[in-house]
Each structure stands twice: as structure tokens, then as C-alpha cells.
């Protein structure tokens, strides 16, 4: 059910307004054409609930629109990929549901080292990692910014740039905490070379939650980026305070912090990339839609500390075939009940053309979770193979067929199900 909306929040639709505004002021017609695609598709699945007894099988039926847009440079700009889709389930084993997804950014010039900046990420998150994936498991997750950013050079080799931001985060279900975020910010960057710049950053990040709880977090750290032939380095690394107060209790922790982003192009075919961050946070930022891997526990709402990984490449080969591979791991630690979450994994994505106008898409992967709070783990292993055969040229049809299994330390936790989609596409322009 659908969080009703005080007078403080910012409502989803004067958030995706405000996208759109930007995104038509915009220099619309020097831009990209829009892209947009729609579909139809139906998955079988012998357990639908995802349950380790009782098994139910259901057929869900979705249609869906896909766009994305990026303008040209210009005074304003606007890069935004959008998703929406509306279920129907045949045997009514989860209510009929709709599906969003949006990343938006934008900036306008307002004069010379002065703009603003719009950006909305919406996802639908997992309220509780210990229970199955399963649309009744899942929340809807909106976190819009908006706020000033000015620039001002100091010669050719150093920049000062301050910026101050306004954050919402807004969840569909009323049990999990929402939040208005302040967050002010000023860096010094200077060129050491032609490859080599650094400086330092100081931020201040003050969020309110509906709770009643207030999280101030602190952070210095100082940025570096490097660039070599075939490699680009850059991130940050410094400290940061956060204190969290409740109830008129207060918790005060700090510790080392950074973020760090690689990309290396092996040869003409093989790029490799790495990200990783840690951070003292709270469930409310934006961090787990950054690091996709993450998943918050939504019945806290203290501080956190939350490290995060991602690394992989992507090779193409001679025959039309592509193949990448990636692995995560991140944990989150919760300062107030001294509980951690970790999660490793990989996934292997294979693709291959088999003629103009048959491809094959297979997918791999793997993923293991603890929480020592409950002492649970769990193993995730799932599998799927599909084809597409392109009917026209703005028109395609695909089959998959897939397997999970999830294996637990409590029965209840246990689930293998079986499935098999059918989707047609098509791409208006």
C-alpha cells in the first residue's frame, strides 16, 4: 500500500515533473532522437511464491515501455533511461502490480560557473534480505536531489567548486523510513599534470528521518585521478564522523572512508573494471542504488557502515560472441545492534550471434549471504538460457527457460523453482 504524502515530502510525480521540466528545456532539437520500446511477456514459474513446501505455479503477464534519451551538450543537459511496466498474475497468487524504474540527471547553466542540478533514481529495493525474493519482499525506493553547483577557477591549474543539495528519500511502504537529506559540500582540485590531478573535499550531510531520528554525517577526504594509455584511477580516501540521535539517545562513530574506480582496457576487445566504497551512512541514501548489490535492512534506521566491491571484464571475440564476467561483495555494519551483513558473489553473462537474425543470451550466477545477528546464511545458484529471433527489423520474439535454487541453514529458506518466458518486442523508433 502506498505511503500517503505529508506536506514536507516531495511527491513521486512532482519528482518526475521536475525531471521532465529540465529534460524539455533541455536543447531539444540539436538532442538525440528519444528511444522507446514496448513489449509483452509471459513467465511461467512452478513456484511462484518461492516457498520450500507447498509449491505454486502461476503465469505472469507484463507489459512494458522502455525510454532513454541523452541531449546534446548545451546550456542544459539531460540524460535519462526509464522503465514502465504493469503485471498481472492468472491465478492471482500476488496482487497486480505496476513497475517503475527511472535514472535521471540533469543540469542547467544558469550563468558563467553557476548551475543546477535535477537528478531521480527510483528502484524497486528488497525490504528483507532473509526472505525470498518475492513481490510481496519488495519496496519501491525514490531518492530525488536537487541544488546549486559553482565553480570558480583560480588559473589554469586549481578549481574551487561548492555545491549545496536538498535529498528525498521516499519508500511505497509505509513501514520503512523515509527521509529529507541537506548536504553541502567544497572541494579544491588542482593539475598536477596532464595525467595527474588531486585535492581535497569537505562535506556535511545532515538527514532527517520520519522516525524521529537525526543522522549527521562528516567527511574530509582527499581526490586523486590518474590516467595512464590504457588505465584511468580515480577516487577518494579520508575520514568521516557520522552521529545518529534517537529518543533522545545519541551515538557518535567515525572511521576511515573511500572510493575508488577503475577502468583498464586490456586489448582492442577486453576492458576490466572495479569500483568499491566504503561509507557511514544510513538506509536512506543512495548508496544501494549505486552499488546494486546492497541490500539495507529496512527495520533499522541507525547509522551504518556499508563497504562495497565490484570488479569484472568484458571480452568480445571474433565470432560474433561476447562473454562478461563480474563479482561483488559488500557488508554492512550496524553501529547501534553491532549486526553485520555480508554478501559475495559472480554472475557470467554469454552472448552469441548465431546468424543475422538468431542470437543466443545465457546466464550464470552465484551469490552467498550471512547475517550473524540471526547466525543465517544462505547460497543462491541460478541459471537461464534464451534465444531471439529478430521477426523484422524493429520487431523481435525471445524465449527463456531458467532454474534457481536457494539452500539454506532453516528449511524455510530452501526453494527451487523452475521457469519459462516468452516476449515479444518491439522498437517504435
Not at 546534446?72 to 524504474?101: H, I, S
Request: aromatic fraction near 10%.
Amino acid at each position: 500500500m502506498a505511503r500517503s504524502v505529508g506536506p514536507r515530502k516531495c511527491p513521486e510525480f512532482f519528482r518526475f515533473t521536475v525531471a521532465c521540466t529540465v529534460l524539455a528545456a533541455a536543447n531539444v532539437a540539436q538532442s538525440e532522437p528519444l528511444t522507446l520500446s514496448g513489449g509483452l511477456t509471459s513467465r511461467f514459474t512452478d513456484n511462484a511464491a518461492r516457498t520450500s513446501s507447498n509449491e505454486t505455479s502461476d503465469i505472469e503477464t507484463r507489459a512494458n515501455l522502455a525510454l532513454t534519451h541523452q541531449t546534446d551538450p548545451g546550456d542544459c543537459e539531460a540524460r535519462t533511461a526509464a522503465e514502465l511496466g504493469y503485471g498481472v498474475w492468472q491465478d492471482d497468487t500476488f496482487d497486480d502490480r505496476n513497475y517503475v524504474a527511472l535514472d535521471f540527471n540533469g543540469d542547467c547553466e544558469i550563468v558563467r560557473g553557476l548551475s543546477w542540478e535535477v537528478s531521480d533514481n527510483l528502484r524497486d529495493v528488497t525490504q528483507n534480505a532473509r526472505a525470498s525474493d518475492t513481490p510481496d519482499n519488495r519496496t519501491r525506493k525514490n531518492v530525488f536531489s536537487t541544488g546549486p553547483v559553482y565553480s570558480l577557477m583560480l588559473g589554469q591549474l586549481d578549481q574551487l567548486t561548492f555545491s549545496a543539495k536538498y535529498q528525498n528519500t521516499d519508500y511505497s511502504e509505509p513501514d520503512d523510513p523515509d527521509s529529507d537529506r541537506y548536504i553541502g559540500r567544497a572541494s579544491w582540485n588542482h593539475i598536477f599534470s596532464q595525467t595527474l590531478s588531486g585535492g581535497l573535499q569537505f562535506s556535511t550531510n545532515r538527514a532527517e528521518l520520519d522516525n524521529g531520528s537525526e543522522i549527521d554525517t562528516d567527511v574530509a577526504s582527499v581526490l586523486f585521478s590518474k590516467s595512464w594509455q590504457a588505465t584511468t584511477l580515480s577516487g577518494s580516501i579520508g575520514v568521516s564522523e557520522i552521529e545518529s540521535r534517537f529518543g533522545g539517545n545519541t551515538q557518535t562513530n567515525d572511521g576511515l572512508v573511500w572510493n575508488f574506480s577503475l577502468d583498464r582496457e586490456i586489448n582492442p576487445v577486453t576492458q576490466a573494471y572495479l569500483s568499491a566504497s566504503r561509507q557511514l551512512t544510513d538506509q536512506t541514501s543512495d548508496f544501494d542504488i549505486r552499488f546494486g548489490e546492497v541490500v539495507f535492512n529496512l527495520r533499522e534506521t541507525s547509522a551504518v557502515e556499508v563497504t562495497a566491491l565490484d570488479a569484472g571484464f568484458v571480452r568480445q571475440f571474433s565470432d560474433a560472441s561476447s562473454i562478461n564476467v563480474g563479482v561483488f561483495g559488500n557488508r554492512s555494519y550496524y553501529f547501534r545492534t553491532d549486526e553485520v551483513e555480508e554478501a559475495v558473489g559472480f554472475s557470467v553473462n554469454y552472448n552469441r550471434t548465431i546468424s543475422t537474425l538468431l542470437s543466443l543470451d545465457t546466464r550464470g550466477r552465484y551469490q552467498h549471504r550471512s547475517f550473524d545477528s540471526d547466525d543465517i546464511q544462505y547460497d543462491i545458484y541460478s541459471a537461464d538460457i534464451g534465444l531471439i529471433y529478430e521477426l523484422t527489423q524493429a520487431l523481435d520474439v525471445s524465449g527463456r527457460v531458467g532454474h534457481t535454487t536457494r539452500d539454506g541453514d532453516a528449511g524455510a529458506s530452501e526453494y527451487q523453482e523452475n521457469w519459462v518466458s516468452l516476449a515479444l518486442n518491439y522498437q517504435f523508433f
